[in-house]
């Protein structure tokens, strides 16, 4: 799996937009971007993913730039029920088998 | 929604005990796997199972065992807990039929071996 570099902490407003990057400049061309996120004591959480068209649900957006090097997840008005810890993940769709989550971005959304 | 009930949130044990980690989802997941968290080192799998009765090593099984009688429970089981076993354990499931790789999680287990 590709290796993925996201910033270690982000803080935003309540109610503004949260904008995580990641980047994974060694993707292959069939390998996905997968965020999940972690709320302190709880297991992960899958968000979204994709693979190179952006993608919108309703927990988040994802922007993957055309060379596919990098992406965005984008919470629209942060909460602070969204602070909690973001992996970005790159990999096989075929694969669920091996999910490696690095470090991660804690994002601290605050009143 | 898919639940994936992990069977106790928080155990202490001594070295040398015998530990089960007990896991059920209700979705009819074919796929089931188990992890360990810890500071630093993010998620590393431990064993998973495709199927009943199958099971796969992960990147660190030694000092560990899974069964997988039924296809609801994936269990852990740790023959002679050490030390250096202390940590969260997550249990998540998928469908092997999705193409999103997608993984549900239990809330995990936090285990302190004394």
């Known amino acids: 799996d590709a290796k993925t570099t996201q910033p270690t902490s982000m803080d935003c407003a309540e109610g503004r937009a949260a904008n995580l990057p990641c980047n994974h400049s060694?993707?292959?061309?069939?390998?996905?971007v997968y965020w999940y996120r972690q709320i302190h004591s709880q297991g992960p959480q899958y968000i979204i993913h994709g693979l190179k068209n952006n993608e919108t649900n309703e927990m988040a957006s994802l922007i993957i730039t055309e060379d596919r090097k990098s992406s965005t997840l984008i919470l629209p008005h942060a909460t602070l029920r969204d602070t909690a810890v973001y992996y970005c993940?790159?990999?096989?769709?075929?694969?669920?088998?091996?999910?490696?989550f690095g470090g991660g971005t804690r994002l601290m959304v605050k009143p | 929604d898919v639940k994936v009930t992990q069977s106790s949130r928080y155990l202490v044990k001594r070295t040398g005990e015998k530990v089960f980690l007990e896991c059920v989802q209700d979705m009819d997941h074919e796929n089931m796997f188990w992890y360990r968290q810890d500071p630093g080192l993010g998620l590393r799998l431990i064993y998973f199972?495709?199927?009943?009765?199958?099971?796969e090593k992960g990147d660190i099984p030694e000092g560990y065992s899974v069964s997988r009688e039924k296809k609801e429970r994936f269990s852990l089981i740790l023959e002679s807990a050490s030390t250096n076993q202390t940590s969260m354990y997550l249990c998540a499931s998928r469908y092997s039929g999705t193409n999103t790789g997608e993984l549900f999680f239990g809330e995990g287990s936090r285990l302190t071996v004394l």
């Open positions: 993940i790159v990999r096989l769709n075929n694969a669920g088998n091996m999910l490696t």
């Open positions: 199972s495709y199927d009943v009765k199958m099971k």
């Open positions: 060694t993707i292959s061309g069939n390998e996905y």
